[in-house]
């Protein structure tokens, strides 16, 4: 007999001798195993949306195969939840998942996933993800996943007390401009009930957990050839004061190498790579290659909002802060935003000084989600989305968006897209005092352009949108949602699924071979009905065209750049599609001539 669940282990029972057999460390709760008609191989499914075959000889896995492992919120329920235990697995998302497109391969998305969808919904106040998937959208194939903090690849997942084990979550998923460095930020945070035994009275719960928090700033070198990640440097507690604090937001210079970030102290830190010495001498790698590390090369402190390291914030006053930080397109200006919802403001910072040129207040309205930068203006989201001309010091426009969107949330998610100078919004839609996402929550996506506050797509999806990001080298977006689907946005067309799971697929549905003979042969008399109709017309009388004047027509490159350009290789629509839109700019109507 072979059984498995929630252990991630699979278990062979020798009901003869009454042995067993293990094979530990599956990555995965197991939902579901199928003996080949043979026997000489298992089939083993996993809740992470792959499946492994295993030879039964020496239980080696032959064939690997994995979908989208971002969180999914699914009308199905796993048979583990059948088991009644201490603790359940709670079916709601707080917050999106980190998602970054590659600049070199642009085909390629990472995400931040996690050890199954019962491992990552584990902690209901957060996503315990502590790997990265990186996903082939045009192949459909799972590329490399990779843990980037501590997990628990084990088969004791839980505590005495029957408790899943929470496992650190990734917060920021960055890549350098030129593709070369990923930055990443993994969070993790003790539950209330592991610390519950060190109360003292002069200190709750919540502090105790605060002051028990890991925070980790790491980079990461990426290898171009294989995509493999080396961990270079790892920053313990980049932001602190008496306790870790929070980095809320990190962003890439687009003219060099380097990083930025902006955490609960109020300092931005800069950070910048640096040759690795020893001796005096630059350090080499057994190839010969150049050994790096990194480093905070500037720190800018943002006026009285600084807390220093040595005083103690109440927690109610604490929890309210919050930052955003992005580059302008040039490199030359860093924008940071910083503060809570009642006096949150916006610093201009000089990349090559690091002094602050500028102040701007009163931009936000409720706690601070997003700031991008897009040409001359910063795309700002908060309860209200603004658009704020920074060169002519002026309000383009803004929207409201708790008219309909009640009060934004986490889930709430900008990106923009500086090819295409235009941004996207998504929003849940959450029902009134609702702040997480349960079944059946859907979401609403625009398209936005910085000249004008009408959308250029609006987009319904009965899914919660996780992540949203910009299509690499292309004017779309790529959208991942709650069904580990991911779609590609783009203005001017309607929403295409890049990625589905393959029970949408309907690859178990086989024709019969006189549906197959039927078909050829309806569709064989159409050629022959289509090849007669041709060869009249082509015996026909042909002067039927000096009733009309010829005119060439002329078509402007911007017309086909804008059919060619409408998004990614990978989103494209059928070639049959792309050649009547070209079939139709250079084909003119004919001009009829004035009687004589």
Not at 73 to 101: F, G, N
Not at 326 to 354: N, Q, R
Request: charged residues 20%; proline residues 5%.
């Amino acid at each position: 007999m072979i059984s498995g669940g929630a252990e991630e282990v699979l278990v062979l029972w020798q009901l003869d001798t009454a042995k067993t057999d293990f094979l530990p460390h599956l990555g995965a709760t197991i939902e579901n195993i199928v003996v080949s008609p043979r026997g000489a191989s298992y089939a083993v499914h996993l809740d992470d949306n792959s499946t492994m075959v295993l030879s039964t000889s020496e239980l080696k896995p032959t064939t690997y195969v994995s979908g989208v492992q971002s969180v999914v919120l699914s009308d199905t329920k796993s048979k583990e939840l059948l088991v009644h235990r201490v603790s359940e697995v709670p079916e709601e998302i707080s917050r999106s998942v980190p998602a970054a497109s590659n600049p070199v391969n642009p085909s390629q998305i990472t995400m931040a996933v996690g050890n199954g969808q019962q491992s990552m919904l584990a902690d209901g106040n957060s996503l315990s993800a502590p790997y990265i998937q990186i996903f082939d959208i045009e192949s459909s194939q799972n590329v490399l996943k990779q843990a980037m903090a501590r997990t628990n690849p084990t088969e004791a997942n839980i505590t005495s007390e029957g408790h899943p084990i929470v496992e650190p979550m990734l917060t920021q998923v960055v890549y350098s401009r030129d593709g070369t460095w990923l930055a990443t930020v993994d969070e993790w945070q003790p539950p209330e009930r592991d610390v519950s035994a060190l109360v003292d009275g002069s200190r709750s719960l919540a502090d105790l957990c605060r002051e028990r928090t890991e925070i980790y700033l790491k980079f990461w070198e990426v290898n171009q050839d294989t995509g493999a990640l080396q961990l270079v440097t790892r920053i313990n507690d980049a932001h602190r004061t008496s306790q870790p604090e929070s980095i809320f937001d990190l962003a890439t210079n687009p003219t060099g190498t380097q990083f930025a970030t902006v955490g609960g102290d109020g300092i931005v830190r800069v950070w910048s790579p640096r040759l690795r010495q020893r001796d005096g001498l630059a350090a080499t790698g057994p190839e010969g290659t150049a050994l790096w590390s990194w480093q905070c090369s500037q720190m800018i402190h943002l006026g009285e909002n600084v807390v220093p390291e040595d005083d103690v914030i109440g927690l109610q006053q604490h929890g309210s802060l919050a930052g955003a930080i992005d580059y302008s397109e040039d490199g030359s200006i860093l924008f940071a935003a910083y503060g809570t919802a009642s006096d949150a403001v916006v610093y201009i910072i000089d990349t090559e000084s690091g002094e602050i040129r500028d102040r701007i207040e009163g931009m936000f309205t409720g706690e601070i989600r997003a700031l991008k930068a897009i040409a001359s203006c910063l795309v700002m989201l908060s309860n209200e989305l603004t658009v704020y001309d920074i060169v002519a010091d002026e309000l383009r426009y803004g929207l409201n968006l708790s008219d309909r969107f009640n009060e934004s949330t986490k889930l709430t998610q900008l990106a923009v897209n500086r090819r295409s100078r235009s941004f996207a919004l998504a929003v849940p839609l959450l029902a009134p005092d609702q702040k997480k996402a349960t079944k059946g929550t859907a979401s609403e996506l625009a398209v936005f352009s910085i000249e004008e506050n009408t959308p250029q797509l609006v987009q319904h999806f009965s899914q919660v949108i996780t992540a949203l990001l910009p299509a690499a080298k292309s004017s779309g977006f790529v959208v991942v949602d709650s069904a580990a689907q991911i779609w590609s946005a783009n203005p001017g067309a309607e929403a295409a699924t890049l990625a589905r799971p393959l029970e949408d697929l309907q690859l178990d549905k086989v024709t019969s071979a006189a549906e197959d003979d039927m078909e050829m042969a309806v569709n064989g008399e159409e050629e022959e009905d289509n090849a007669d109709e041709e060869m009249q017309d082509a015996g026909g009388d042909v002067d039927e065209d000096d009733d009309y004047d010829i005119h060439q027509a002329v078509v402007a490159p911007q017309h086909l750049a804008d059919i060619f350009n409408a998004g990614p290789s990978f989103a494209m629509p059928p070639i049959e599609d792309l050649f009547y839109q070209v079939a139709g700019l250079f084909s003119a109507k004919p001009m009829s001539t004035p009687s004589a």
